[in-house]
């Protein structure tokens, strides 16, 4: 189902939205395993590998996994030259329809965590569905698990191979199953039954993940003897982030367009604090949640209380933050554009104007997102261009490849404020 009111997206934040983000709880869910019905041992590595092991694999056969880890390699590598990654790990990924699709690659610089890269044989030219290469950083699946560990009482300690997979099947959702528990980046419970069903019912499509710093940080300049090259990329001032549990623990509430809004907010100066301060949160959240129409849909108890999950619309957005902005004697410009392409969107961050990317996710469900910064590359003649966003799961950004998936997000919308 397809939530509009006027032709714009519901932003939605929960089980049937793609804004809970783990937040609410977790589902027994037995089948998830059998769904897959492949035999995950043989694809799954912990073994170390570095550029040197597979400098002869010129072919990318996707049917080695030697391929998978020379694209990462490669494209690792070519980000700074006085860098040596190798990858520690490689966790298979297969789509809703059971194919198997690439590798999350958890890339390692002198034995220390530097990040992943997610090859993705769906793609093409470069494969690469997005990264992350800052120090300290670790994989895709093991934030997913860690978030287990710290959201359950499950013991996320000895995860077993089997269990040593994840699950793309929407744009921008990933999901893994630790000891019958599926943790979803995108609704936080899954029930097991309606879960798979879903899963058999969904056209495969591009999916991503990540979290990482600002663009200067993790993209330079790439080696002349590189297939990648860089071409550019742009921040709007410092990157700004806001954790689901920071609203929740300080306002007892969570909708991801009201988050995206408090994290405009505190970039533009309109209430200060409203990112990390726990009053300033508080106060700002629960007024935008007002003068955005933000209604709660369901329920659930944490830190002790009870927190509300909420859905607003689009066109609830530019009134909600010159509200905001009246209150603190201030004024904010603002524009909003339907199905927006990536051109629009570079004009608008070259211009210092941040915004916030609504789109639908799965059966009617939305997400909003707030676009910090643009990145830009290519190999050979192909550009994959990049957006670099919050959306509330970790302190960093993500860097999603607009390119690769902007074709399978659909009633998109970009509300800019400067």
Known sequence: MKMKNKGLTLLVAGLMGICSLM??????????????????????????????DVKNSTLLNFENKEAYAKI???FSNSTDVGKNFKISEMIPIYDGDKNFIGYD??????????????????LKEDYISEFNLNENATSLFNNLVEVIDEETDVNTNNVSVEEKVIISNEATVYSVNIENVVASTATGIEDPESFIEELENQDASYSNQASYGHSEDAMTSYPSNSGYSYV???????????????????SGKFACSVTAMSIIAEKLGISRGATYDPKTINATYNKL???????????????????????TYDNKLIPAMNSLARSKGKTVN????QKPVFSQM??????????????????GSGH???????HIGKKTTVNSNFLIIADGWTMGARYINFTAHGGNMSNTCMTAFW
């Open 105 to 122: 690659c958890r890339m390692q610089i002198d034995n220390k965590d530097h990040g992943y890269v997610i090859v993705d044989n769906r």
């Open 346 to 363: 570079k004009s608008y961050l070259r211009n210092n104007r941040n915004f916030i990317f609504g789109y639908s996710v799965v059966k």
């Open 368 to 374: 909003s997102v707030v676009v910090q910064g643009y």
């Open 232 to 250: 550019e990329s742009f921040g709007v001032g410092a990157f700004i982030p806001m954790l689901q549990g920071d609203a929740e623990a300080h």
């Open 289 to 311: 949640w007002k003068d955005s129409g933000t209604t709660t849909y369901k329920t659930a108890t944490k830190y002790g209380k009870t927190i509300s999950y909420g859905s």
């Open 334 to 337: 603002s524009a909003q554009i």
């Open 23 to 52: 937040g609410t709880g977790y589902a027994e869910a037995s089948e998830f395993q059998e769904f897959l019905n492949e035999d995950t041992t043989e694809k799954y590595s912990d073994e170390v590998i570095s550029e040197q």
């Open 72 to 74: 990462a390699l490669e």
